[in-house]
C-alpha cells in the first residue's frame, strides 16, 4: 500500500457502504458505469486504489459527461480536472 494511499485513507477513513449502510450497497446504490451523461452524482463507495488517488473518493461529486454504452471508456469530471475511466473500474464505482 502506498504511502499516499495510506494518508488518504486516514483523513477521509475506511472506503466503503459498509460504514454508511451495512452490506446494502448493491440495493441501494448503483454504479457509475450506468449513470446517464450529463448527470452530478455523489460517490458513495469506491475501493480502487488508483482512482482514489486521483481525487475520486467517497464523497465526491462527479459529472458524467459522456457515457455511451458501446464505447469501452467514459468520460468523468472531478472539479476542473477530467478522466477517462475504463467500464470495468467505473462498475466498480458506486454512486447515489
Keep these: 500500500m502506498t504511502a499516499m494511499f495510506k494518508r488518504l485513507r486516514r483523513r477521509f477513513g475506511k472506503a466503503g457502504c459498509k460504514a454508511e449502510h451495512g452490506n446494502l450497497c448493491d440495493v441501494c446504490c448503483d454504479c457509475l458505469a450506468n449513470v446517464t451523461e450529463d448527470k452530478i452524482v ?4 469506491n475501493n480502487d486504489h488508483k482512482t482514489m488517488e486521483r481525487g475520486i473518493y467517497t464523497g465526491v461529486q462527479v459529472k458524467v459527461l459522456r457515457n455511451v454504452p458501446d464505447e469501452p471508456n467514459l468520460v468523468i469530471a472531478v472539479g476542473d480536472a ?3 475511466l475504463d467500464r470495468r473500474i467505473a462498475a466498480r464505482i458506486k454512486v447515489g
Excluded at 42 to 45: E, G, L, M
Aim: charged share 30%.
Design 82 to 84: 477530467r478522466y477517462v
Design 42 to 45: 455523489k460517490i458513495t463507495c
